[in-house]
């Protein structure tokens, strides 16, 4: 099962916070992040999760862009972790 589903696209922390706490819901996962990449408006990261709510480990990277202090795009992307590469 796929961690997310669908597409959403958020404007804002707040958005982006009432999706993952109204929308989406609480789920049980464990995140591990393996690697990051930041400057002082953009930061990307990468690692893994496990939990009761998907059925196998995922890798994920996630990537966000600021302005001010609000987050002005996000966006994360995830697959089944299947073997070495």
């Known amino acids: 099962m796929p961690i ?3 597409r959403k696209v958020v404007k804002s922390r707040d958005e982006l916070f009432h999706y993952f706490r109204d929308i989406r819901g609480e789920r049980d ?7 990051q990449v930041q400057d002082e408006t953009q930061s990307c990261v990468h690692g893994t999760g496990t939990g009761e709510s998907i059925d196998e480990e995922h890798i994920s990277a996630a990537w966000a862009e600021l302005e001010g202090d609000e987050i002005a ?10 073997g070495e590469l």
């Open 73 to 82: 795009y996000y966006s994360i992307t995830n697959r089944v972790k299947s």
């Open 29 to 35: 996962l464990d995140h591990v992040l393996e690697k």
């Open 4 to 6: 997310f589903e669908y």
